[in-house]
Each structure stands twice: as C-alpha cells, then as structure tokens.
C-alpha cells in the first residue's frame, strides 16, 4: 500500500500490482475518472469511463462494499474521487498509484 501527501491516508495499489492482477485473470471494477477523449486514446482494459466532474451521479450507482480502483492519467483526479467516495462511506475503494503515465500493461482504445 502506497500513502500519499500529509492529508489523509489514501489506499493505493501500484500499476504493477493491477497488471499482475489482470494477468492472474481478476476483474476488479476499475473506474477512470478522466475526460473522456483521454480514455478514448487508451485505458486499461476493462477500466470503465466515469469522468470526475460528474462523481455525484455515478457515485450513485455504485455498491459501497464492492472494491472499487480509481485511475486517471497521474493519480491526482483520481485520488480526489477516493476521497469524495470515502466520505460517503465507500468501504473498499483504492487510488491506482502512479495512473496511466506509470501503466505498462496492455492498452484498450
């Protein structure tokens, strides 16, 4: 587990760590918050596009118990929908350290 920045702890998993994952055959529900012309030029496979901006609507949709792993390009966008889903109440939710500049796995488009 990676911690970032003095605020507060953020639950992370490593690129690698997804990607071996992935290899291993787990589907975890990967959610990247990008814009959505970034996701278009390549995301994770299986990753599934819910742009930050619009986090309040698709909160809703989610199971709060389920894991849940947030990407984006450099980790930031993504570690601010981790903390918006955790304050309400997300149990299981992980920021993917690094995003998609440290991602070397197969790329979907």
Request: include cysteine; charged fraction near 30%; hydrophobic fraction near 40%.
């Amino acid at each position: 587990m990676v911690v970032f920045g003095f605020g507060p702890r953020i639950e992370s998993i490593t690129t690698a760590e997804l990607q071996a994952r992935l290899e291993r055959g787990e589907r975890p529900k990967i959610i990247d918050v990008r814009e959505p012309w970034e996701y278009a030029e390549g995301h994770v496979p299986g990753a599934v596009l819910k742009p930050l901006g619009q986090i309040r609507t698709w909160a809703r949709e989610l199971d709060r118990n389920e894991e849940i792993l947030l990407i984006c390009r450099t980790a930031s966008r993504s570690a601010v929908a981790y903390q918006f889903l955790k304050r309400l109440g997300f149990t299981n939710v992980k920021n993917v350290a690094g995003g998609m500049v440290t991602w070397r796995g197969e790329v979907a488009r």
